[in-house]
């Protein structure tokens, strides 16, 4: 479900330079900023309780142009991504879940690869670096191996049950960004197309590409042109059109890469019309 955008001609780097720079991106802290709303540490909950002290995190508004302030219903203050639209989809397999229906919904490792890899369309991301699990949150770190075979982290998935109870399955609310962030639109915000997008990013001669989708499409419903960008946090910035995609929640995913892999980094906002 691909789409491929053309990339602009890059300047050859050199591999030696490229592997170090990507060494240097995999070992930097992981829970620089939130996509979703939540705090990296310690791990909130989206039924109402805390772990570790820490408060249900509101879902934040948004400021960019051409949105307007929303929140996600109380019981699950987070946008459901990929794969359930909403509780009751979640419910519904839960109930046949007994029967052994399609049971990679119960391990959030195997849901965050799926979101990766069929959702998104990053076959090339074929690792699970790490997964981080407390009660009903857990962040998975999905990446590829580099020529030196080091894992390297491509983007920490958040994924919250959508339910109640251990049988209650995994969604993907999110990512925490750190060398690549999408900041615009706010998470949970109500956009409106034209949707303004961006973020920053640190990386050498990157090529970024934003994609809009529906977890009920096949394809994208809005997607840009290729975006020249690099330099230590820069900001980037993009508009795109998504003329038939509302209403619906909307899954805003910008990706880089062509270096070492197909795709390097990405991250994830949520966001509905």
């Not at 709303?37 to 509101?58: E, K, N, Q, R």
């Not at 394809?219 to 042109?225: A, D, F, K």
Request: proline share 9%; with cysteine; glycine share 10%.
């Amino acid at each position: 479900m691909t789409t491929k955008i053309p990339r602009r001609q890059r300047r050859r780097v050199p591999v030696a330079v490229t592997v170090a720079i990507l060494a240097a991106l995999a070992a930097a802290p992981l829970a620089a900023c939130s996509r979703d709303g939540g705090p990296a540490a310690p791990l909130p909950s989206a039924t109402g309780g805390s772990i570790g002290g820490s408060a249900v995190p509101t879902v934040p508004g948004t400021s960019a142009p051409g949105a307007s302030t929303t929140s996600a219903p109380a019981d699950f203050p987070y946008e459901p991504l990929w794969p359930f639209r909403d509780r009751a989809e979640a419910a519904a397999w839960q109930q046949d879940s007994a029967s052994g229906h399609q049971p990679w919904h119960l391990d959030p490792a195997a849901t965050a690869q799926s979101f990766t890899q069929h959702y998104l369309g990053f076959t090339s991301l074929d690792k699970i670096v790490k997964v981080a699990t407390e009660g009903d949150q857990s962040r998975v770190s999905v990446g590829f191996g580099n020529p030196n075979g080091v894992a390297v982290v491509a983007a920490v998935i958040h994924l919250v049950r959508l339910g109640n109870g251990d049988t209650a399955p995994w969604e993907v609310v999110g990512t925490e960004d750190t060398a690549l962030t999408l900041t615009a639109p706010r998470y949970a915000a109500t956009v409106h197309s034209p949707i303004a997008v961006g973020g920053t990013i640190t990386g050498v001669d990157e090529s970024l590409r934003v994609r809009v989708l529906r977890s009920d499409r096949d394809q994208p419903v809005g997607q840009s042109t290729p975006i020249p960008a690099g330099g230590a946090g820069s900001p980037w910035t993009t508009t795109v059109s998504v003329p038939d995609a509302c209403p619906a929640t909307l899954t805003i995913v910008v990706a880089t890469g062509g270096h070492v892999s197909e795709v390097e980094r990405f991250a994830v906002t949520g966001a509905h019309c």
